[in-house]
Every structure is written in C-alpha cells, then in structure tokens.
C-alpha cells in the first residue's frame, strides 16, 4: 500500500475498466459487470462505483480510511457477444480472490482471454445452418425445406460477416443477411419446393434474431438498471426492425 | 410409436438449434454437450406445455424455468457462469417470430389499404406484438427464477448436493 498507493490504484483501475469493457462488449448484463468488477476490486481491499452504459464505463476506486479516490473513463468497444471471454473472466475473478493474484498476472490473463481463438469459420456456418434447419424442423418442416434453410441461412450468414468484415454499418449488415437469406428461402417458396416451403421463409432469417439483446434488456430491467435495460431493448427492436426490412425486400420483389 | 419417433426427432432438432446459436456466441468447448441437453430438454417441456392446452406464454415459462435451474446445476460441473449456459439454450424459443410478423404488420399499416384489411392487420400485428414481448418477458422471467428465489449474487453461492467435497459452502 504505501509503496506508491497511486500507482497501484492507477493500474487497478485500469485492469478494472477493461474486464468491464470487456464483459459489456461481450454480452454481459449489467449486474454481472458490476459483481464481477466489485469482486475484483475487493480482492484489492478497495471499493469501488461503477456508472455503466451501453457504450462507455465510469470507475471511482476509493479508500476510506485515507480519504482517496480515483475516477477513470473508458469507451466499450463494439459488441460482438463471445460467451468464452465471459466465462473465462468468471473463472478469473474467482482465482483472484481464492489464490491471491497480482495485477500483473491479471493482464497477463485478460490477454490470453483476448487472444483466444473463436470457432472457425466453415464450422459456425455449418453449424448455425444446422441450427436454421432445426428450426425449420421443429415448425414442421421437411427434409427438403430443411436443405433449403441450411443454405439460406449459411449464405446469409456468410454475407453478414463479410459486410461486418468490411465494416458496415451493424444493422446494414444484418439488412443484407435477411435479404440475402429471404431472397433463397422465397425463391424455394416461388417454385414451389417441398409442401410447405412457407416454413423454410419464415425460419431462414431466425439466425439473426437478437436473443442475447433481448434476454440482457429483459434481465436489466428486472434488475432496476432501467436505462441499460432500454437501451438494449430498442437496440433490440433496431435489429428486428433490419430484418423486417431485408425480409420485405424480398417479399415485394417475388410478389409473395 | 410413430408419436415417440416424432417426439425425439423433435428433440434432437431443438438441442441442434441451441448449440448452432452456442458457437454462434463463441461459448467454451466443454459447455457445448450440456447446451445441447438444456435446450433439447427445454424447448421439450415448451412443447408439451403447449400440447397440455398452456399456451405459448406460459409453456416458454415453464421451458425457460427449467433451463434456468438446469444451468444453475451445470455450471458448478462446467465451471463457467450459468448464464452462458442458460442463454444459448433459451433462444431457440425466443419469439423471433412473432417479433418480425410484428415489424412486417407495422410496415404493412403505413401502405396504401382499405379500412377492413387495415383492422385486420391491426388485429394481427398487435397480436403478434404483445405475444413476443409477453414470451420474451416470460424468458428472461425463467432464466432469472432461481437467482430471484434463491437471492443469492452469484452461483457459487448455492450449494449443490450432489458432490459435497467440490461444493463450496461459503
């Protein structure tokens, strides 16, 4: 402590603001930010206060007993939801507290969590086809409208993260995801593929609904953080909104 | 047995929807065959909520409750935060359905109609709405049960009894 208490807290707050932008843009809700950073800081022997918004947070450390705080800002980046860094930082701020952890060990952690890889590409799309199709199943479908769905949903998916590569504006990409998707899925409804190819329309764009926005603007508002729970909610409905608009490009050039 | 074929078709379709969304939202690898399970199992319970005349508010309530107090268990055996479990397993009943017949129904409203295909759309389009919303509340309602009835901060709060030595009794 007395070795340059400044620093320390300096440091601290840093280490601190980047688990909480990094839970933010990973798709965290509020009150799992402000448990995880409250934890950490305790393991510290500091308390602290948390301002958290969609996209920026505001951190002051303070020490009682020596009349001293510490406020700090920082912009959250871009969400993009990775459930492996929220369970690993989890896991981290409970060895920080079990096994005494110094702060440099801590960055070292937040870096490898920051480096790890995410699934490759051909097996997210492969997969999140699969999951189109079992939706497509599961209203009722048949093995051919369930073909057509996998591949509106993998094409689809592959033209989002194209235009997210290209930096796009998000909802514009998602705009183009569901055109894209519905404009495969209602080609298969305009010939006429299968019984029911109508099931196949409908679900081809469910791989873009915003569940993780929704439930987290849900949880917020449950929680009393009224604000973040509205913010998310109507970033929420700004995605609903995008594939609305993809799938009604579709629906007026095919005349369905 | 034509219904028992049906029943675990259906089954493997929605525990393939949640993992499809679980990779999707980059989730550790260990946590992937239990993913699998709690959405399977939910969405199950959905159904037969459904099936028993509940009603799709109360069924996703019911299916989404027991995602949430399975998470609960699983992740002290998974090590991770049981809402990384719990939300890639809930989605697959998100009402993304109802949501975009909503948005498309409002789109609908500001064309040129007459009066009759305007109320009926109306009527449609409100219903769709309040049904998404109602769901989605549902959802979150569930996830969240067993921490609002347990009132604890964190899962590693609640000791589970199966394996008493791992447990923690803090």
């Known amino acids: 402590m007395n070795q340059s208490g400044e620093e320390k807290v300096n440091e601290l707050s840093k280490i601190l603001l980047e688990v909480g932008s990094l839970l933010m843009s990973s798709g965290a809700n509020s009150s799992r930010i402000r448990m995880t950073i409250s934890r950490i800081a305790g393991a510290y022997d500091y308390d602290v206060d948390l301002l958290i918004t969609h996209r920026a947070l505001m951190l002051t450390i303070y020490n009682e007993e020596r009349d001293y705080f510490f406020s700090r800002l920082k912009r959250t980046s871009p969400h993009g939801v990775n459930f492996k860094m929220v369970s690993g930082i989890s896991r981290m701020s409970w060895r920080i507290v079990e096994e005494n952890w110094g702060m440099d060990q801590v960055q070292k952690e937040l870096d490898r969590l920051k480096s790890l890889p995410h699934y490759p590409r051909i097996i997210i799309l492969a997969m999140v086809g699969a999951a189109g199709a079992g939706f497509c199943r599961v209203f009722g479908g048949v093995y051919l409208e369930l073909l057509v769905t996998f591949v509106a949903t993998f094409i689809g998916l592959y033209v989002r993260q194209e235009a997210v590569k290209r930096s796009f504006n998000p909802y514009l990409a998602i705009f183009f995801a569901a055109f894209v998707s519905s404009m495969i899925a209602g080609l298969a409804l305009k010939l006429k593929v299968g019984p029911n190819p109508e099931y196949a329309f409908a679900t081809s764009v469910l791989y873009l609904i915003p569940g993780v926005p929704l439930i987290n603007s849900l949880s917020d508002l449950l929680d009393g953080n009224i604000m973040n729970g509205i913010v998310r909610g109507v970033n929420g409905l700004m995605i609903s909104l995008s594939i609305a608009l993809g799938m009604l490009g579709a629906v007026l050039i095919y005349g369905i | ?170």
């Open chain 2, 1 to 170: 047995m034509q219904e028992w074929l049906h029943f675990i078709d259906r089954w493997f379709w929605l525990g393939m929807g949640a993992i499809g969304f679980a990779i999707l939202f980059n989730v550790p690898k260990r946590t992937i065959f239990t993913i699998f399970l709690l959405g399977a199992f939910g969405g199950t319970l959905k159904f037969i909520v459904l099936a028993a005349g509940g009603g799709i508010i109360l069924g996703s309530f019911f299916g989404a409750m027991l995602v949430g107090f399975a998470s609960i268990f699983a992740a002290h055996y998974r090590h991770t935060p049981p809402f990384v479990l719990a939300i890639p397993a809930v989605i697959p009943m998100v009402p993304g359905a109802f949501a975009y017949r909503a948005m498309l129904g409002i789109i609908h409203l500001t064309e040129k109609i007459d009066h009759e295909t305007f109320l009926k759309l109306m009527e449609e389009t409100v219903d769709n709405g309040l049904k998404a919303f109602f769901v989605l509340a549902a959802l979150s309602l569930g996830v969240s049960a067993p921490m609002l009835i347990f009132r604890r901060e964190s899962a590693k709060n609640l000791v589970v009894r199966i394996k008493p030595d791992e447990a923690r009794s803090k």
